[in-house]
């Protein structure tokens, strides 16, 4: 590839619809978190002027349930001094940093971040446009692969800081580009490895990777006058090998602590979430989730040493509690457990740093089991991301399902709502268990385009128990969180209600599949119905009433616009929260 190759979809006319798009979903998501206030101009039209009132931007929107703005992209325009001028992104940003709250410091990088956005976004526009009822056939990993938007809240929701444009055709999830995973020996002396029960270091390793591959890694070993039985394997990022741990951990390599094997031979495909592999070589073995030092929506994507420790242990006490529950049982619910995790400790770095510091995140690894396997006949896999994917024709894949299923759109509602929404419920009221349960995080399992179950992942660094006397086994009790009791609910009401099914609901109504009124009168009838089934739970669903007539807007954007290189400290996230005003719960009428 010419270095001129690498920039062939940044066309004039797709950088216009990139960043028509962009701006689309800015003045939706900040409108929404109301740190914008669209004036109405009559007859559904909408203006909003920049912090020196000079510029002005004016679309046409619905308005619908949870203050979503539904703005029809090709309505908007930008004007300035009586002249139309092209609309263009940085400039939006820039024309309303104050309104934004973007301080100095943080806006050129944000600005770094909508600009990679934008460049991914024309990217995908150069791909065959497959349409949504195609897209329902398509299989697991090129449903994975076809998502073009990412997180439906987040605007700079592609950022990726550290990929080279070689870097991003060769490692995002849209370019579907196979990855070969680089290995490195670590000395145990400075490295842990820790599995679920039932799991030995060696037999699962010669398992993941074949007899052949770990013979010949322990051959480069012993050639180097070295004793296999001193090291762990560890699977990298090859960006991660080549960008950081070769400069940065330079003297682990040049001391024998870490030694470079090689590729293994099983090919990869990225993940919705840059730095989780699915492996296409042997679809049945584990997923692989690798340190990633790329800043990505608000994070920097390491992987912390310390915590992947408990990572196996925590998997395994969700697996018990799941099985061991009736309710969650009759739902079908699963979660693909992280089973076994690796982490390496650079001691210099640990002791110049903080426990939040990226030097402590750059080398670690966990394996998460594969959904493949439980697959029974005809059943078919997509990640939950894909119910509000829309295609190039503004059709919804939510859409296509139905029209697949044969079923009156709110059966099929129940259906999904059974198997995804049921399970946050009752892991809440009875277990004050919460879960990240955003699109990303969930993969729904289908039969006839009906979702049967849902899959459960990111477990051990997502999930928390609210309740400060839970007695949790000593192993699993870094979950155990404290939140104040009136934000306890937003667990549901912010990350379900909010951030997906608000999405969800205005895509239905948009198509014409089902209108609001039905999409939230399911929704209740489904919470009812659960409710009515644990009546012995009747105290905890008074205490916290997901019929409250109102909730507290908890704002994304605005935690990425303040700090978009780490929005919430895991340990306290509570703490971080942007609470602006409330939201009318669309249950609430019901």
């Known amino acids: 590839m010419t270095p001129s190759d690498a920039v062939a979809h940044l066309s004039p006319h797709r950088w216009a619809r990139a960043n028509r798009l962009l701006i689309r979903k800015a ?12 004036e109405p101009t009559g007859d559904g039209g909408y203006a909003v002027r920049s912090d020196d009132g000079a510029t002005r931007y004016t679309f046409t929107a619905t308005l619908r349930g949870l203050d979503h703005w539904g703005i029809d992209a090709d309505s908007i325009t930008r004007h300035r001094d009586g002249a139309e001028l092209p609309l263009a992104a940085l400039d939006f940003f820039i024309e309303l940093q104050k309104s934004l709250g973007l301080s100095e ?11 990679s956005t934008l460049s991914g976004t024309c990217y995908k526009l150069t791909k065959p446009q497959i349409p949504v009822a195609e897209l329902v056939d398509a299989g697991f990993q090129a449903i994975e692969t076809g998502m073009t938007e990412g997180h439906p809240c987040f605007v700079a929701n592609n950022g990726r800081l550290g990929f080279g444009i070689h870097e991003y055709l060769s ?4 370019t579907a580009s196979p990855v070969r995973l680089v290995w490195l020996a670590a000395h145990r002396s400075r490295a842990a490895f820790t599995a679920g029960a039932g799991i030995e270091y060696e037999p699962f390793v010669r398992q993941e990777l074949g007899e052949e591959t ?8 012993r050639d180097r006058g070295l004793d296999p039985a001193d090291y762990f394997l560890v699977p990298v990022h090859p960006w991660q090998w080549w960008n950081k741990l070769s400069v940065t951990f330079a003297a682990e390599v040049a001391r024998g602590h870490l030694v470079c094997l090689g590729e293994g031979e099983d090919e990869y495909l990225a993940q919705q979430s840059i730095r989780t592999f699915f492996n296409t070589s042997h679809p049945e073995k584990h997923y692989v989730k690798t340190a990633l030092s790329v800043l990505n929506m608000g994070f920097m994507r390491g992987l912390s040493a310390a915590y992947m420790e408990a990572t196996p242990a925590i998997n395994d006490w969700l697996a018990r509690l799941i099985e061991g529950d009736p309710v969650l049982r009759a739902t079908g619910l699963s979660i693909i457990r992280e089973r076994a995790a690796v982490g390496y400790r650079h001691l ?3 002791r110049a ?3 939040y510091s990226p030097y402590r995140k750059m080398l ?17 896999l997509a990640t939950m991301a894909s119910l509000v994917h829309v295609d190039h024709e503004g059709k919804s894949f939510a859409g296509a399902l139905i029209a697949r299923s044969g079923l009156a759109p709110t059966q099929w509602l129940r259906h999904y709502l059974r198997a995804y929404y049921v399970p946050l419920l009752h892991s809440f009221y009875a277990y004050d268990l919460v879960y990240m349960p955003h699109g990303e995080n969930v993969i729904l399992v289908l039969k006839d385009g009906v979702v049967r179950r849902a899959v459960y992942k990111d477990i051990a660094e997502e999930i928390a128990v609210m309740d ?13 969180v404290e939140v104040p009791d009136d934000q306890k609910l937003l667990s549901v009401f912010t990350d379900v209600f909010d951030c997906f099914f608000r999405f969800l609901a205005a895509n239905l109504a948009e198509e014409g599949v089902m209108d609001e009124d039905a999409f939230w009168g399911t929704v209740a009838e489904v919470t009812r119905e659960y409710q009515a089934s644990v009546p012995e739970l009747a105290d905890k669903f008074a205490r916290y009433d997901m019929f409250a007539p109102e909730f507290a807007l908890s704002c994304l954007n605005r935690l990425q616009l303040r700090d978009n290189r780490q929005m919430v400290d895991l340990a306290d996230p509570s703490g971080a929260l942007q609470l602006v005003g409330t939201l009318k719960n669309p249950i609430a009428g019901f």
């Not at 943080?106 to 600005?111: D, F, K, N």
């Not at 089991?369 to 078919?380: A, I, T």
């Open 214 to 221: 770990v013979e010949g890694f322990h051959g480069v070993l």
């Open 364 to 380: 670690a690894a966990l394996w998460r089991e594969s959904p493949v396997p439980s697959l029974k006949d005809g059943e078919s």
């Open 105 to 115: 410091e943080i806006l050129p990088v944000y600005l770094e971040e909508i600009s």
């Open 348 to 350: 210099e770095y640990e």
């Open 171 to 174: 490692y995002a999830p849209e």
């Open 27 to 38: 003045l939706a998501e900040f409108a929404h978190e109301r740190l914008l206030a669209p």
């Open 353 to 355: 740093t903080d426990r």
């Open 468 to 480: 400060p006397d839970a007695v949790l086994p000593p192993e699993v009790s870094r979950i155990r």
